[in-house]
């Protein structure tokens, strides 16, 4: 893979002119810094950048990117901003892509978990982003609109929509059975779309075999430099080994974004290797939730206070910071490699009919996810009391009706306003509705 060029080079598909390194690396560090509330809102939040605004991919080579990215283990919405800069701008477009939307979020979960390890208060920060979680749930509203007016054209694919969603949220059925079903349902009864894309050559004659493994070599020893050194250059079982041991294994296997795997992960760090406790890993979630970046940071709250209490042989800060930044390291670099490797074939692949009804398929899938998460997201935002009904197979979340924050639900209601009637953009929304939470958060103390 060649590095890109800061070119005016066209882009096929009715795409605009290639983005310079410069323009690439200021809409993804805005991305980065806007992107709260999970991968629903991220998708949406890089769709209005690098599709509506921008215009450097057009709404089906978006869509193919996010459909391969559901299928990788890891986050998704650091994949897909990965494979957004790798279209726009190559390896090194994908890298940048990827990184500054990691970097704003791991910033910022690392200075609150400092504060959160040294003080034990976190409350102005939790009033900062307060309103925060409302101005999302508005954006999420509008990433399921957008993508489903794209996506729900034919009865089968509200069907397949449909389905996914009733798996998801009233059976909890593992996500990558979903995706799978998606894709055989459409594989074997959908048509396949009037007219494919053609393999474009620009993309297309990246895809080799001996790229492919000069990439997934060279993105290995990256992944294992860290670890490995930490193996050798300190006492064997130490912390910093050991957290990159376990997130490791995780980051391969965690399918379904970071909500699957919350509960073994939590099991791990709290009974087995006791690096905090319950109570210490709910409030990392909770801030991993209402901070920018995917929820997935939340590894990096829990390697952060692992350094704290077993910092040997440096600082409690020093060893914090370096097992957070280990865990962070290991987590997300497989991403990196699993897309820039991948990403070539599946550009390869876009003319194909048969990957087409499959992926199409895909696509309806995700609207029935968003759909889930977006409910999933109101009631836990929205209310401070949930149950879970459990019969058979049936596992069905509602909320109580009594615990319902007035006005957390009005700061939404004025950011759906915003959103859909005003048509103000993002920066707006989370600005207003961060604010108007710190208002409601912070003057009863001040008072």
């Known amino acids: 893979m060649q590095a890109p060029q800061a070119s005016n080079e066209t882009v096929l598909d009715g795409e605009s002119a290639q983005p310079s390194l410069t323009e690439m690396t200021k809409v993804s560090l805005k991305v980065g810094l806007l992107s709260f509330g999970g991968p629903a809102a991220q998708i949406s939040v890089m769709h209005q950048e690098f599709v509506e605004n921008r ?14 990215c559901m299928l990788l283990p890891g986050p998704e919405a650091q994949q897909l901003a990965t494979y957004c800069g790798w279209l726009s ?10 990184l500054l939307f990691i970097l704003p979020g791991a910033l910022a979960m690392g200075i609150v978990s400092y504060v959160y390890a040294a ?25 399921l609109s957008k993508i489903g007016r794209k996506a729900l054209k034919t009865r089968l694919s509200w069907l397949i929509c449909g389905l996914s969603f009733c798996a998801l949220f009233f059976f909890s059925i ?9 894709a055989l349902i459409g594989l074997f009864f959908a048509r396949a779309p009037e007219s494919a894309p053609e393999e474009t050559a620009s993309h297309a004659k990246r895809a080799s075999l001996k790229g492919t493994i000069r990439t997934l070599l060279t993105g290995a020893v990256i992944w294992g430099t860290p670890p490995l050194a930490a193996v050798l ?22 399918f379904g974004g970071a909500y699957a795997l919350l509960s073994y992960m939590a099991q791990v760090a709290v009974e087995t290797k006791s690096w905090l406790s319950a109570g210490e890993m709910l409030d990392g979630l909770g801030l991993a939730e209402t901070t920018p970046g995917p929820l997935i940071l939340v590894t990096q709250f829990v390697g952060f ?8 042989p440096f600082s409690a800060p020093t060893g914090a910071l370096l097992a957070a930044a280990i865990t962070t390291w290991v987590t997300f670099t497989p991403s990196f490699l699993f897309v820039l490797a991948g990403a070539p074939w599946m550009e390869k692949l876009r003319g194909n009919k048969r990957l087409a009804k499959a992926l199409s398929a895909i696509t309806a899938a995700i609207a029935g996810t968003i759909l889930n998460l977006a ?14 009904l459990q019969v058979g197979m049936l596992d069905l979340l509602w909320p109580n009706p009594q615990s319902l924050d007035p006005i957390l639900a009005g700061i939404a209601i ?7 009637v005003a048509g103000r953009g993002m920066a707006t929304v989370l600005i207003t509705t961060a604010i108007l939470g710190f208002l409601v958060k912070m003057l009863p103390l001040l008072t």
């Open 55 to 68: 215009k450097w991919l057009s709404e089906d080579r978006f869509l193919h990117a996010l459909n391969y």
């Open 89 to 98: 701008g190559r390896t090194l477009g994908g890298l940048i892509a990827g």
């Open 375 to 388: 409910i999933w997201f109101a009631i836990n935002v929205l209310f401070a009391e949930t149950n879970t």
């Open 174 to 182: 593992p996500f990558p059975f979903v995706i799978i079903g998606a």
């Open 119 to 143: 003080f034990g208060d976190t409350t102005i920060i939790s009033a900062i982003f307060y309103g925060v979680k409302a101005g999302v749930l508005a954006i999420v509203l509008q990433a």
């Open 305 to 312: 206070l692992a350094g704290w209490r077993d910092p040997a």
């Open 233 to 254: 250059l300190l006492a064997p079982g130490n912390v910093f080994a050991d957290v990159a041991e376990f997130f490791s294994l995780l980051a391969v296997v965690s």
């Open 414 to 420: 004025l950011a759906a306003v915003l959103v859909f």
